[in-house]
């Protein structure tokens, strides 16, 4: 049964604290993406990478960066958490060629205080 | 700028009749078209596909028309069931391609007995 995890279902930091998520795939995919979810707003992506130590920007990457150091896992960091980092993360995977499902991961509920 | 619509205000219908979502896309002529589910707290789950030259695609009660000309796909579930209710996403792939993709808010749907 092939499976995305993350490291944390539920996460409580603080302003301006160093905060790593972690996403891990076992499908052998070599895409992978960070997304972050909001109320009426949808699925919105932060990084993607397309392969081991690459990796692209995505709509919203202000605040955020990544880490691919191996090919099933994907880092998320928030260098300096703030408040309106609050969210919904989800990270997904996906084959290179496409057209391809994304596999979604069951996200992290991350609440900056 | 690539922008989809889905109808924010939530979907209440009986059991066993046709729920019938929009997803209305501007901007943009994707070459394919997913729908994903997801259940509150989860990461969304990968139903279905639909290629631009396809004008229909089914999978049991599920069914999605994609309509080039309107830049609008259909998404209906047959019989519905309390089970299926749930928040129904629509995305496009992303002109960026490595299989990226560019989600709608969602449509909640809710089947009451």
């Known amino acids: 049964d092939v499976k995305v995890t993350q490291s944390s279902r539920y996460l409580v930091k603080r302003t301006g604290e160093k905060v790593f998520l972690e996403c891990v795939q076992d499908m052998d995919h070599e895409n992978m993406f960070w997304y972050r979810q909001d109320p009426g707003l949808g699925l919105r992506l932060i990084y993607f990478s397309y392969d081991v130590k690459m990796k692209e920007k995505g709509d919203i990457p202000e605040g955020y960066s990544v880490s691919r150091e191996k090919k099933e896992r994907f880092s998320l960091i928030l260098e300096s958490a703030s408040t309106n980092q609050t969210s919904m993360y989800l990270c997904?995977?996906?084959?290179?060629?496409?057209?391809?499902?994304?596999?979604f991961g069951p996200g992290t509920r991350l609440t900056v205080t | 700028s690539q922008k989809i619509e889905q109808n924010s205000e939530a979907l209440n219908i009986q059991e066993g009749k046709t729920a019938t979502l929009t997803c209305n896309y501007t901007n943009y002529s994707p070459a394919y078209l997913q729908w994903y589910r997801q259940d509150p707290g989860r990461g969304p789950v990968f139903l279905l596909l639909?290629?631009?030259?396809?004008k229909e695609k089914r999978k049991e009660r599920l069914k999605v028309t994609f309509d080039t000309t309107l830049k609008q796909s259909l998404f209906h579930i047959t019989a519905s069931q309390p089970a299926d209710s749930a928040t129904y996403l629509c995305?496009?792939?992303?002109?960026?391609?490595?299989?990226?993709?560019?989600f709608g808010a969602g449509t909640r749907l809710a089947v009451h007995p």
């Open positions: 995305a496009l792939d992303s002109s960026g391609g490595y299989n990226k993709l560019i």
């Open positions: 639909i290629r631009e030259n396809e």
């Open positions: 997904a995977s996906t084959v290179a060629g496409g057209p391809g499902e994304q596999y």
